[in-house]
Structure formats: C-alpha cells, structure tokens
C-alpha cells in the first residue's frame, strides 16, 4: 500500500476512534443497546488502528529510547492495558452485543472495573493524542500554532473543571461502583464536554511530548509548561468559584 495512502487511512481510523470514544463515554446519550455495539465497534476499530501502526511493535526492543520515546511507550502499553481491561469487564455485563459472554468476570467487579479502565482509556487516549499534536501541528504557520495553543488551554481549563465536577477521580481510583450521569443536559453539550475533557488530557501529552524532546538548541522547552499552568488556573478557578 503506498505510503500515502496508507497515512490516509490511519488519519481517517484515528479520526472514527476519536468519535466513537466521545460517545462511548456519553452512556447518557447513547442508551444500553448503542453503548454496547459502539464498544464492540471501538474494539474493531482499535484492532485495525494496531494493524495499520505494527511497525510501532516491531520497532519496540530495537534502538535507543529517549525520554519522548520512553514517555511514548509506557502510555501505549498502559492505554493497550486499560482498553483491553475495558473490553473485557465491558463484555461481561454485555445483554445485547455479545450475551453469550456475560458473567465471565463476576459482574459487580466487572462494573467497577469497566468504569475505572474506561476513564482510563479516556485519559490515555487523550495524552496519546496529545504526544503526537507537535507532528500534527507542525505545518501550521506560527501564528496559527499560537491561535492553537491558546483555544487548547482555554478549552482544557474548563475540561479540567468538567472532569472534578464530574467526580471521575472516585470513578478512576475505583471508589464508586457506578456512573452518576446529568440526563438533563442537552445530547450535543455532553459530547462538547467530553470534548472538553479529553483535550486537557491532549494538552498534558503535548507538554510531554515537548518537554520530552529536545530542541535544535539541544534544549528541552519549559515554554509549554505555561500553557499548562494556565489551564490549571482556569480549572481550579472555575471549580472553586462554581461549586
């Protein structure tokens, strides 16, 4: 397959994953029946996602690992871990998609488990994107990376501020058994919240990714550490303020 091609395609697979994540972590959206075919579609897609980047595997024990290598590394395997876990615990309590695979794991630590590895893979997921934004964004002109950094940190404040409302550190710490969902906020502004969620986590793997590599001045940058100050700010702002 050319190289083109084969580069448009992985785009268009990350692309699907990203949208099936925002609404696989939207139960309130989708309902029982579409949550469960949308995970056994999440897991297919991840499947090929693996398939189309096995060079990644390949290349694994081969070469020398920088910091943003290391960095790189430990976040696929746990983010390979914490949605396998996901599939799993997800299938055990499965009464549409795949029925036949309810029980497997004891369904009340499947629940507890599915919840915590989800929002795991959420946060994974997010940082994952984020390692890669340099490359993603590395055309723009400089202007236009500013405009971007800018609306980032903007956007991931008030993600930061969604995720503590949210109470997801009980869920990620294995504290609740089950979700606490707003079923009256509007469908589309639950996805936009997501959104909101998962790009604080990109910006968490974009300041990695920089502070991770060097530049051609043979210097790490701190620069990006700012951007991510700032959306602390505007979360912890907004969450005291709005409590």
């Known amino acids: 397959m050319p190289t083109k091609t084969a580069n448009i395609i992985k785009r268009i697979v990350d692309m ?45 024990f081969k070469g ?9 590394t430990a976040v696929n395997t746990l983010m390979l871990v914490s949605i396998a876990l996901t599939a799993v615990s997800g ?10 695979m309810y029980g497997l794991i004891n369904v009340m630590t499947a629940r507890t488990l599915h919840l915590a590895m989800s929002y795991w893979s959420f946060i994974l997921m997010g940082v994952h994107i984020g390692l890669h934004i340099k490359a993603m ?27 503590l409302k949210s109470g997801i550190v009980n869920y990620i710490t294995f504290r609740t058994h089950f979700a606490f969902l707003e079923y009256t906020t509007a469908k589309w502004l639950i996805i936009l919240q997501n959104l909101a969620m998962l790009l604080f986590f990109v910006l968490i793997g974009y300041v990695l990714s920089e502070v991770t590599t060097k530049g051609k ?3 790490y940058s701190l620069n990006p550490l700012i951007w991510f100050g700032s959306a602390i700010v505007i979360g912890a702002v907004m969450f005291f303020a709005l409590r």
Do not use: C
């Not at 299938?91 to 036949?100: D, I, K, Q």
């Open 64 to 72: 020398n690992y920088s910091p943003y290598r290391i960095v790189m």
């Open 137 to 163: 964004t590395a055309k723009m002109p400089d202007k236009g990376k500013i405009v971007f950094k800018v609306i980032l940190t903007g956007v991931s404040g008030v993600g930061l501020w969604l995720f």
């Open 16 to 60: 699907v994953l990203t949208v099936l994540l925002l609404f696989l972590m939207a139960f309130q959206v989708t309902g029982d029946v579409l949550h469960e075919w949308l995970g056994i579609g999440m897991t297919v897609t991840l499947i090929l996602h693996h398939i189309l980047n096995r060079k990644w595997y390949k290349a694994v």
């Open 217 to 219: 001045d043979k210097k």
């Open 91 to 100: 299938m055990s309590m499965s009464g549409h998609a795949v029925p036949f």
